[in-house]
């Protein structure tokens, strides 16, 4: 359990027995969940960096059974921790003695509209379930990740998540034209548009999206579709290094344009972890590189042959001496394969003992510079760890985690974290990045935000905080230190 974790918020007993037997009355006895047993599951960071604690779970099933919980917590002054399928990776959706307001009974697609290309789905929606929806309209929900068939839409939306086609399509909050809000007083913003152009003063919804819970509770929100992609090329290639990596991507990007929806990478020790430990997975290429570089292009037009093109930048990359070996799906099922070997990536990593990890994010230029320099620090630090950055080099988000030397043990490792913090942190702050790409910021990151956020962006996010949730009762002590 994480050192950085609250202090648990202490209930007056009389004022929560009162709050709970009001909210049962309203939504059932069998939606307030009080049983020890029960609860556990949803307590737990899932790598074990956080235990929280709540006295009751309750799990409304609409935006005006959410509005009610929250009004009555307000009037009684209990703190409120929102979550969905508490997947996610920095102890945000972690309670410490405030309610747990679960969202996953709020998962219904209230509508969606093939001409506007917008779905409407509620927050307890997980990923996948607004994908299907889509593809069955003919359309594409592009956010994909490795949680995607248990996160959750409000999850997504509250730490702006990003995924594996954010070079193509974005983050969250591109994904998102409009938000259903419960503030924290329990008043709903209706906030539910469809416009692509609205100029009628702030942007609220980008103040909710990213906020992991500390400003209301994301109940409904309209997203973005695009026509479905009809062609599609899906490739690995092996190379010496990540600066090999960055020269095949720009000739990707400047011949395929748009059509390269995504372009990632991993090293040598992450294949070799993957194929070692996640069954099924296969080496798609003949020998040993030092880094792989996966590329997807897709194309509305159902004619367009991607994999020509595909094959053009690889001759001349072959020619120019930037890759070593490639190879193109020939089907569905070896894309899906190729695919596999990335994102199974993040689950196999376990197996090799404890992961020290960053989700940073670079300029695209500077990520060659930015694994090296941070990989030859770390390094000298712990002689023996083993360095597995991977991610989404087109769009500067690199994953640069750190498995621990063979052999040692696990916890006393794992305590070293905020010594790597400050050698990746000041890496990545000196190549004007950010210490936070897709992940948020929780509980794992506050103190790190202080340290490396722009002090007047501080004082105005503590400034918003106040104004919109004076009590303090929304998600408590998460993101912002003291918030």
């Known amino acids: 359990m994480s050192s950085h974790a609250p202090h648990p918020v202490l209930l007056d007993a009389a004022r929560l027995k009162g709050l709970l037997e009001r909210i049962a009355a309203r939504i059932g006895p069998a939606r307030v969940v009080t049983d020890a047993a029960e609860l556990a599951p949803w307590l737990v960071e899932g790598r074990g960096l956080f235990q929280g604690a709540t006295p009751a779970m309750v799990e409304p099933a609409t935006t005006e059974e959410v509005s009610f919980i929250v009004a009555a917590c307000a009037e009684a002054g209990v703190p409120v921790v929102p979550q969905g399928g508490n997947t996610g990776l920095v102890g945000g959706q972690v309670p410490f003695g405030g309610l747990l307001l679960s969202l996953r009974r709020m998962s219904r697609i209230r509508d969606l509209d093939p001409i506007d290309l917008t779905v409407v789905a509620e927050a307890g929606c997980t990923l996948h379930q607004v994908q299907q929806a889509a593809a069955e309209a003919g ?11 248990s996160c959750r839409i409000g999850g997504n939306l509250s730490t702006n998540a990003g995924g594996t086609a954010v070079l193509r399509y974005g983050n969250m909050r591109e994904l998102t034209f409009g938000l259903e809000v419960v503030l924290p007083d329990g008043r709903i913003w209706n906030g539910l548009s469809r416009l692509r152009k609205d100029n009628t003063g702030y942007a609220l919804k980008d103040l909710f999206i990213g906020a992991e819970g500390t400003l209301g509770i994301i109940t409904a929100a309209v997203l973005r579709l695009y026509p479905a992609p009809r062609a599609r090329a899906t490739t690995l290639t092996g190379l010496s290094s990540p600066d090999a990596a960055l020269k095949l991507f720009q000739r990707l ?21 993957v194929l070692k430990h996640i069954p099924g997975t296969t080496r798609a290429l003949a020998g040993d590189h030092g880094w792989y570089a996966l590329a997807e292009l897709t194309s509305t037009r ?22 070593e070996d490639a190879v193109i799906a020939a089907s569905e099922a070896q894309a899906e394969a190729l695919w596999k070997l990335r994102e199974a990536l993040s689950d ?3 197996f090799e003992g404890g992961s020290i990890k960053h989700d940073v994010s670079v300029p695209v230029s500077r990520v060659p510079g930015f694994i090296a320099e941070a990989s030859r620090a770390c390094e000298a630090h712990m002689p023996g760890l083993r360095v597995c950055a991977f991610g989404h080099m087109g769009d500067g988000n690199i994953h640069f985690n750190l498995s621990q030397p063979p052999g040692m043990d696990k916890a006393a490792y794992l305590a070293g974290w ?10 990545v702050a000196a190549l004007g990045g950010s210490i936070s790409a897709e992940h948020g910021i929780g509980l794992l990151k506050r103190e790190e935000l202080s340290l490396y956020k722009d002090p007047v962006a501080l004082e105005l996010m503590a400034a918003i905080k106040a104004a919109i949730d004076p009590k303090g009762l929304a998600n408590p002590g998460k993101v912002l230190l003291g918030g």
């Open 348 to 350: 196999a990593q376990k």
């Open 418 to 427: 905020e010594g790597f913090n400050r050698i990746v942190h000041d890496i």
């Open 253 to 273: 990007r400047n011949v395929a344009g748009d059509a390269l929806t995504g372009f990632e990478i991993l090293p040598r020790f992450g294949m070799e972890t």
């Open 302 to 323: 159902r004619d367009d042959d991607l994999s020509a093109l595909a094959l053009e930048v690889f001759g001349a990359a072959f020619e120019a001496g930037e890759i």
């Open 139 to 149: 359309c594409l929900f592009p956010l994909s990740i490795a949680s995607e068939g």
